[in-house]
């Protein structure tokens, strides 16, 4: 099984349903909301299949260019998330309640909606 097929049905086993978009909990292929309450930490999914767990509590500002997308920062990190559409995806962010963030995995065929083509993780020098 690769890594696609992995990651598909881990969505499906997760929710115990495919992934879809709704009113009440919105996603995409590129980011899941919970509708509850926030989460205590972001998980950046790279798209070499590494995984970041990034808490919301160390967060210090969330901003959104759509020239260059949303760069969160952090007192340790700099996370930069490049794509298409990504005015949605800040403006969840916003709530912390975005459970996942997917990076592009070679497959994005639509036109528009929400595309995440890269998250970028840089340390920041101390």
């Known amino acids: 099984m690769d890594f696609r097929q992995r990651l598909e049905q881990s969505r ?61 920062t952090t007192t340790r990190e700099q996370v930069t998330i490049t794509g298409r559409n990504l005015a949605r995806l800040f403006d969840h962010l916003l709530s912390y309640r975005v459970r996942y963030i997917q990076a592009n995995l070679g497959g994005d065929s639509q036109e528009d909606g929400v595309f995440v083509e890269e998250i970028r993780v840089e340390i920041k020098e101390s």
Do not use: M
Request: charged letters at 25%; aromatic letters at 8%; glycine letters at 6%.
């Open 12 to 72: 499906i086993t997760r929710d115990n349903e495919p992934a879809r978009e709704s009113e009440n909990t919105p996603t995409s292929d590129y980011f899941a909301v919970s509708s509850g309450a926030s989460h205590a930490c972001l998980d950046l999914r790279l798209a070499d299949g590494k995984r970041i767990g990034l808490p919301y509590a160390y967060v210090n500002a969330i901003a959104f260019d759509p020239e260059s997308g949303i760069t969160l």
